[in-house]
């Protein structure tokens, strides 16, 4: 289940996106409420939620005050800017300070959820992603070797392109995809794509994409109504007899066993 702080000074509109909207159905827990900019810098330091949702503008501290403070604090949020049409630069500046996104008053449910459940795609990549690293790391023994290039800024650039590449496979291991479209994704020679990827995550495009397609297929499985050949198809393996090849060949046994083992 994922947090996410509400931060409007307008309570109606606080009150219609936590009751209008079945969260809990999508994974999402309301953590907090927040009326204004201080109070909400408040619950972010207590709650560290996993998705903010705020104002562009509140008294005290304005949204974009905010924003940067939970930056220059650290706070791993996905932050969605709500902002009037008469807020353009300010939606702008948000953008320039790393938000997830921003949607124009009144707020749409659906369009709402779609970008909730975009934070969540792009926060379950990020993690994954952190956990190939660390079992690089920890197999190989290049710790000190990911931290130096980490550090190097030419490196950098590097790195924050194959994040945009996890979050291609994020949003898209339900369809088809190769190694191609990832590199076509972030405008680079598919053979470079190749190397850079491997050379950052200490995998390659292919395997990650099995791993994360595996991984989701199991979180699929917890749900008993969900049938096998309908499991292949939500992480993008329209052959049921290859996804259960594959499954079997990662986990060393056939996704009809691993279900009943839950």
Not at 82 to 103: H, N
């Amino acid at each position: 289940m994922y947090t996410m702080l509400v931060a409007d000074d307008e309570m109606w509109i606080r009150e219609r996106i936590i009751s209008s909207i079945d969260w809990k159905k999508i994974g999402v827990y309301i953590a907090g409420e927040a009326a204004d900019g201080e109070e909400a810098l408040s619950l972010s330091r207590q709650i560290k939620p996993d998705i903010i949702l705020t104002d562009i503008r509140m008294p005290g501290i304005n949204g974009l005050d905010f924003l940067k403070s939970i930056n220059e604090e650290g706070l791993n949020a996905r932050v969605i800017i709500l902002s009037g049409y008469g807020d353009f630069d300010y939606a702008q500046k948000a953008i320039k300070l790393g938000v997830a996104d921003y949607i124009l008053k009144p707020v749409e449910n659906n369009e709402l959820v779609s970008i909730v459940k975009k934070c969540i795609r792009q926060i379950e990549a990020e993690t994954y992603k952190n956990r190939i690293i660390e079992q690089a790391a920890t197999q190989s023994n290049t710790a000190e070797k990911l931290a130096l290039f980490a550090r190097n800024e030419h490196n950098t650039k590097k790195r924050n392109t194959i994040e945009k590449a996890v979050v291609f496979i994020a949003e898209n291991y339900n369809r088809p995809i190769t190694l191609n479209d990832a590199a076509g994704e972030v405008l680079l020679n598919p053979s470079y794509f190749s190397n850079l990827f491997k050379e950052t995550l200490g995998t390659s495009f292919n395997k990650y994409l099995t791993d994360f397609r595996i991984s989701k297929a199991k979180e699929l499985m917890k749900n008993p109504t969900v049938r096998i050949k309908e499991i292949a198809g939500m992480v993008g393996y329209n052959d049921v007899r290859y996804f259960i090849k594959v499954f079997k060949s990662i986990t060393g046994i056939s996704p009809n066993v691993y279900k009943e083992q839950l």
